[in-house]
């Protein structure tokens, strides 16, 4: 063999290391990212510098696996950036987790409605997460998600909502039980929560979305929203489910 063909083995033999060895794949983060995310995510913007660091690789981590499409609209860094920290947010807590139940992420031009996801007749759907045929699928209206992301959106947050509910989706049922999140001496104690809070919603008395009293997944995911949008008001108004959210979202090392 001759030296040449020696070495040109040998820097075969380098690339397919350094390419078999690449870590997980992560996406890119747009340039001017973190500007963006200072002024329009608050969750990052109230991380110490070790945070920040982490929320970014989360970021990158996540839009290394989901594809996101504009359906008759555009999508713009920021679309990507919001898309990607509503993903993080509810997962900040646990090192491991990836949304293997999630693939394509629609981005809608404006809030649609269920036949045809068009933006005719009762088109009052600002997000969903998709069963049967639309497996591993999320849609997304482009304005309710940014909104959610305003510092005047209060409680609300389109974007953590639909995550959340692929959070609960992750043992097999959108239920408004958590399994995989909530160990299971709290079961109990969180099915009777939520069934209060729920009952209290229908007596006008909780200043949780009323939405959230359709049923159990409903309530968890507002709730969920509430609880990352205005955390001090949750845990006074709220303490026990404080509590219970705390121990499903902040105390994440069970993954
Ligand atoms: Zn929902």
Excluded: C
Aim: charged share 20%; net charge negative; no cysteine.
């Amino acid at each position: 063999m001759t030296p040449i063909i020696v070495l040109l083995l040998i820097i075969v033999f380098i690339v397919f290391m350094v390419l078999y060895k690449r870590p997980v794949k992560t996406g890119a983060l747009p340039n001017g990212y973190h500007d963006l995310l200072l002024q329009h995510v608050a969750f990052y913007r109230n991380l110490d510098e070790a945070g920040k660091l982490r929320f970014e690789n989360k970021l990158k981590e996540l839009l290394g696996y989901i594809r996101i499409h504009g359906v008759k609209t555009e999508v713009t860094d920021l679309d990507r950036l919001l898309i990607a920290a509503s993903g993080v947010i509810p997962i900040f807590g646990f090192p491991e987790w990836k949304y293997y139940n999630l693939r394509d992420i629609l981005l809608y031009p404006a809030a649609f409605n269920e036949i045809d996801f068009s933006n005719k007749g009762d088109a009052d759907i600002l997000g969903m997460v998709g069963n049967g045929t639309m497996q591993r699928m999320m849609i997304l209206s482009k304005p309710a998600l940014h909104q959610g992301f305003d510092s005047a959106s209060g409680k609300t947050n389109t974007g953590i909502h639909e995550f959340v509910h692929l959070l609960d989706k992750e043992d097999g049922d959108v239920d408004g039980l958590p399994e995989a999140l909530l160990e299971k001496q709290y079961t109990v104690p969180w099915l009777n929560l939520i069934a209060e809070e729920i009952s209290a919603i229908k007596q006008g008395n909780s200043d949780i979305n009323v939405y959230g009293a359709k049923n159990k997944a409903e309530f968890f995911a507002v709730a969920a929203e509430y609880f990352f949008e205005q955390p001090e008001l949750f845990k006074k108004n709220h303490a026990a489910l404080y509590d219970l959210m705390a121990q499903v979202f902040l105390t994440g090392n069970r993954i």
